[in-house]
C-alpha cells in the first residue's frame, strides 16, 4: 500500500470533515490541511493529519496569490495528487490552485456551476430543465420586464452565498428596487428569482465517472429558508422509498449532474415540488457534502458515510483503481435541530431507541433518529420539535452579507 501512497491537500474554512481525512489516511495516503488560523483549537482529527496548515483570516480574507505560493512552496519536496474543498465557500479556492498548478480535478468554470447561483441557473434552464423565473440584476430594463411579467413574491438571492445566508423576500416592484439600489455596486452578485411556494427536498449523493453511485432523498420538514428568515426549529426527515416524488427527484438529479459536468464527488442538491402545478423544479446544487448535521441523517438512514465514502472515491481516483458503493440500508432518518439558549443543553430526557445521534455542538440542541417506519420518524421529529420550542430554543438574527465571493 506504501507505494501506492498519494498526497491529498484538503482545505476547509469550517470545522468539519474529519471523517473524510480518517478515511483518506486509512487508505495509505499523506494527508494536508490548510484551514483558518481562527480554527487552531479545534478538535480536527490529527492523527489522520500529516501536516497542518493555517491562513490568516476567514475565508473571503484569505489572499489567493500567497494561498498559491505557499502550495507551490509545499509543493517542492511534495508531490500533490488531489485538492479538495471540504465546504462550499472552498470550492474557489481548490479550483483556482488546481487551475494555476495543472492538477488534475474540477476547474474553474464547471466550479462556477457548483457555487454561483446565476451560472447553475442558466445552465439548467439551457439543458432544459425547469427552474423558477428568475433574472440577473445587470440591466434595468430586464429587472423591469421581470417584475412587470413575473407574479411576487420574489426572492433577491446572493450568487455565491451557501444556504439561506443572505436571501431577502419581496413582495413589490417598489420594494424590488428599494433593495436594489441599497444594494448599490453589490448589486451584480444578486440574482432575482419568482419564490414559489411547495415542498422542498434535498438529494445527497455520491458520483463517480459522472453516474450516481447512490442518491438518497430527504424533505425539508422546516426549510434553511423559513429559518433564516424568522428562525424556528429545523427539521428534515428521509422520503418514501420508491415513491413517485424519490423517482422524480433522482431523474431531474442525474440530468443537472450530467448538464453540470460533475464527473465524480459528494454532492448535496435542492429542489422545490410546485403546489401550483405538482412539478419538480432545479433550486440549487453544490459539490460536497450537506451541511447542518445532513450526512449524518443519511447515514442513519442508509448506513452510508457521505464523507467517508466521498474520500475513498477521490482515493480511487487518484490511484486509478475500482471503487464499489457499499449497499445501501433502507432505514429512515430524520433530523431536529435548533439554536439553544444554553451553551451545553441536557438532552438526557430524550432516551428513544430510535435516537442515532446527538449533536454535540455548543449553543445548539440537536438529535438524529432512526427508524425501518417513516411515520414513527415523523413522529418522533413532531414531538421533538415542539419540546425543542419549549425547552431551547433561542433564534438570533443572520449577519448581513458584506463581502461577495
Known amino acids: 500500500m506504501e507505494a501506492q501512497s498519494k498526497t491529498f491537500l484538503c482545505i476547509s474554512n469550517y470545522f468539519k470533515g474529519n471523517a473524510f481525512l480518517t478515511a483518506l489516511k486509512k487508505q495509505g495516503n499523506r494527508v494536508f490541511l490548510i484551514t483558518t488560523e481562527n480554527l487552531k483549537e479545534s ?10 496548515f493555517f491562513m490568516p483570516g476567514q475565508d473571503l480574507d484569505w489572499d489567493l496569490n500567497l494561498l498559491l505560493q505557499g502550495v507551490g512552496g509545499l509543493m517542492k519536496e511534495h508531490k500533490i495528487d488531489a485538492i479538495i474543498a471540504l465546504d462550499d465557500y472552498d470550492v474557489e479556492k481548490a479550483t483556482f490552485l488546481r487551475e494555476n498548478l495543472r492538477i488534475a480535478g474540477m476547474g474553474q468554470s464547471t466550479g462556477r456551476y457548483f457555487r454561483d447561483k446565476l451560472a447553475m441557473r442558466i445552465k439548467a ?5 425547469k427552474v423558477p423565473a428568475f433574472s440577473p440584476l445587470f440591466n434595468d430594463e430586464d429587472i423591469n420586464q421581470f417584475a412587470d411579467h413575473i407574479p411576487a413574491p420574489w426572492v433577491l438571492k446572493p450568487r455565491s452565498e451557501a ?7 419581496v413582495y413589490n416592484k417598489e420594494e424590488l428596487w428599494k433593495h436594489i439600489h441599497d444594494l448599490g ?4 452578485y444578486y440574482l432575482v428569482e419568482q419564490f414559489k411556494p411547495g415542498d422542498v427536498f434535498h438529494a445527497d449523493g455520491l458520483i463517480l465517472e459522472g453516474k450516481n453511485l447512490f442518491l438518497s432523498v430527504s424533505q425539508y420538514l422546516t426549510t434553511p429558508m423559513e429559518i433564516s428568515q424568522g428562525g424556528g426549529i429545523f427539521r428534515s426527515a428521509t422520503i418514501e422509498y420508491g415513491s413517485k416524488d424519490e423517482k422524480a427527484i433522482k431523474k431531474v438529479n442525474n440530468d443537472i449532474m450530467k448538464a453540470f459536468g460533475m464527473r465524480y464527488g459528494a454532492t448535496h442538491t435542492e429542489f ?27 447515514e442513519a438512514a442508509t448506513g452510508i458515510n457521505l464523507w467517508a465514502e466521498w474520500a475513498k472515491i477521490e482515493d480511487a481516483i487518484a490511484k486509478d483503481q475500482p471503487y464499489k458503493a457499499p449497499k445501501p440500508l433502507k432505514n429512515y432518518g430524520g433530523i431536529v435541530l435548533t439554536l439553544s439558549h444554553a451553551q451545553n443543553p441536557d438532552l438526557s430526557s430524550f432516551d428513544d431507541p430510535e ?11 440537536g438529535l438524529i433518529v432512526r427508524s425501518k417506519d417513516q411515520k414513527r420518524t415523523r413522529l418522533l421529529l413532531d414531538d421533538y420539535a415542539e419540546r425543542f420550542a419549549r425547552e431551547f430554543s433561542t433564534s438570533a438574527a443572520a449577519p448581513d452579507v458584506k463581502k461577495f465571493h
Not at 185 to 188: P, Q, T
Not at 275 to 294: K, N, P
Not at 355 to 365: D, G, N, P, S, T
Open 43 to 52: 478538535p480536527w482529527a490529527f492523527e489522520s493529519i500529516d501536516e497542518l
Open 125 to 129: 434552464q439551457d439543458a432544459g430543465l
Open 163 to 169: 444556504s439561506a445566508h443572505g436571501i431577502i423576500k
Open 185 to 188: 455596486d453589490n448589486r451584480l
Open 272 to 298: 422545490i415540488k410546485c403546489h401550483e402545478d405538482g412539478e419538480i423544479y432545479f433550486l440549487e446544487t453544490s459539490s460536497r457534502v450537506g451541511g447542518a448535521h445532513l450526512a449524518e441523517m443519511v
Open 355 to 365: 435516537i442515532f445521534y446527538r449533536v454535540m455542538l455548543e449553543y445548539h440542541a
